[in-house]
């Protein structure tokens, strides 16, 4: 059997999110429906005098930290800055004190992930290390970790590392949000969606026969755009980047709100879209799907059951990719799963070892941690 023909780390980690998802639900939550996330820095106390969240990270953990953006937001009411943390050292990020300063990173090694939380514990804010891998750079330098439980992870792109980090993060906002005395009486409901969540994965995993005919059909053409809005946005941007990183094929993530003020000039019956629209939202996104078939343009829809919710976009729709009612808050984790196969399937066809895609940055790179400034 050749190499190509072997079943790759990349599907194998794919499948494995619900239990990942699961590991990291039952280190978290204690049965008292109290999250364990108690020892410094994320003491009563310190998250009391938390004023800001700062987040930062690379790559596909820059994207989960995007989404958390949102959700940290919306439950604790904390306002919440997220940068590349390439960008960190460009400017005087406004850290301080008062400030949670979070650094995402599957390995817990990007160097440049690794210079941004010194320069937030430099300027004197609480420092926690979101990571995969402890101990590790990231762990040793921040005041405080908190790891997901992915497991080995065996591929250079992140898939299950990522889920879990959405919902460590997801798990991190509730936890302020119960110090900052915001969701009491939701509390029960709060964790019983987020016990769905590994079965709503699973629910998506098995419509991977979809995610090949998509692949399949993509094969033909050269350029993709993944819409999405809100905090579906960030998955939209972690589509694209699978496909670029797994699948080498042009993909670009881009909002669905913003799409109509310039890049709507590019689309044709070359550019296939695929609209990450749920229920509830897709009435908004109607008009531009009109659009996209008025210029010919292939449209593939990733939502909420779609076919039954959203007769009208629907039926504009080549191909649907249903995935199982979630709460709002808790969609991100489900709707990258999709993209996540797509990539997987257009990396075997187009001869790619989905593994170790190649064609990144090698040895010889140097990090803006080693630049001189
Ligand atoms: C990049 C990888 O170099 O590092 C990405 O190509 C990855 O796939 C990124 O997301 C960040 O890695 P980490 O370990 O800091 O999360």
């Not at 699961?22 to 996330?37: D, V, W």
């Not at 016990?195 to 991977?208: D, N, S, T």
């Not at 496909?243 to 003020?261: D, I, M, P």
């Not at 709507?264 to 897709?282: D, K, Q």
Request: charged residues 20%.
């Amino acid at each position: 059997m050749k190499d190509i023909d072997k079943e790759p780390f990349f599907i194998k980690e794919i499948k494995e999110q619900p239990k990942v998802l699961a590991n990291t639900l039952s280190r978290y939550l204690g049965p008292n429906l109290h999250l364990k996330i108690t020892r410094p820095p994320l003491d009563d106390q310190t998250i009391r005098r938390i004023h800001k969240v700062y987040i930062t990270a690379c790559g596909t953990s820059y994207h989960a930290g995007m989404t958390a953006r949102y959700i940290i937001e919306e439950l604790s009411q904390l306002p919440t800055v997220v940068e590349p943390a390439s960008e960190a050292g460009r400017h005087q990020p406004l850290v301080d004190e008062n400030t949670l300063a979070v650094a995402i990173s599957q390995s817990g090694r990007s160097p440049d992930t690794l210079a941004a939380l010194n320069l937030a514990r430099s300027r004197g804010a609480v420092t926690l290390g979101l990571v995969n891998e402890a101990p590790s750079p990231l762990t040793e330098a921040a005041s405080g970790s908190l790891q997901i439980l992915a497991g080995q992870v065996f591929t250079l792109s992140s898939t299950k590392a990522f889920t879990s980090q959405t919902l460590a993060l997801e798990l991190l906002a509730l936890r302020l949000a119960q110090s900052r005395g915001l969701i009491k009486e939701r509390w029960p409901q709060e964790l019983e969606n987020l016990a769905r969540i590994p079965e709503m994965v699973r629910h998506a995993l098995a419509m991977e026969d979809k995610a090949l005919q998509m692949a399949k059909t993509l094969n033909d053409y050269d350029h993709v755009f993944i819409l999405a809005r809100g905090a579906l946005l960030p998955m939209a941007y972690e589509g694209a980047l699978k496909l670029k990183e797994v699948a080498h094929f042009h993909a670009e993530g881009y909002s669905t709100g913003e799409f109509g003020h310039g890049p709507l000039a590019m689309v044709g019956p070359r550019t296939p879209i695929i609209l990450i629209a749920f229920a509830g939202e897709a009435a908004s996104d109607l008009s531009l799907a009109r659009a996209f078939r008025a210029r010919g343009a292939p449209l593939w829809l990733i939502s909420e059951d779609g076919a039954k919710k959203d007769q009208a976009m629907a039926s504009m729709a080549d191909l649907i990719f249903p995935l199982p009612a979630v709460q709002a808050r808790l969609r991100p984790m489900v709707a990258i799963i999709p993209l996540q196969l797509l990539a997987y399937h257009l990396g075997r066809l187009r001869r790619v070892n989905v593994d170790n895609p190649g064609g990144l940055l090698g040895d010889d790179w140097v990090g803006e941690s080693q630049l001189a400034h």
